[in-house]
């Protein structure tokens, strides 16, 4: 059974980095597609980033030059690296893989910016 767990979230000041980790159990192979979403407080679910098997990268317009999704193939785990962080980016950030046709998610880790 594949599980995937999120870390890293924290309260941070406007400017700061945080770098989230998605953690992947019971893989055999590895991922077709890692994706990071982001869900603001009363908003909805948002893609903020994607990594293909293949290595190419997408980004929302609101984190290009400040995101950047990265992976371990080794460990089957893959990272969100957010620098210069603002208030917009506060709210639970999701990790989500596909993976012959399954798709699964993490159980959200909170990131707070202050201002």
């Known amino acids: 059974q594949v599980r995937l767990v999120e870390s890293g979230g924290d309260l941070v000041q406007a400017g700061g980095s945080l770098r989230l980790s998605c953690a992947a159990s019971?893989?055999?192979?590895?991922?077709?597609?890692m994706l990071w979403y982001h869900q603001a407080p009363g908003k909805e679910r948002e893609l903020v980033a994607s990594?293909?098997?293949?290595?190419?990268?997408a980004y929302a317009d609101t984190v290009k030059g400040r995101f950047t999704i990265f992976r371990d193939s080794a460990k089957n785990w893959f990272y969100l690296q957010m620098n210069n962080l603002k208030p917009d980016d506060t709210g639970v950030y999701y990790c989500?893989?596909?993976?012959?046709?399954?798709?699964?998610w993490g159980q959200g880790t909170q990131v707070t910016v202050s201002s």
């Open positions: 989500s893989a596909d993976m012959e046709a399954q798709n699964f």
């Open positions: 019971g893989l055999i192979f590895g991922f077709d597609t």
């Open positions: 990594l293909t098997s293949g290595g190419s990268t």
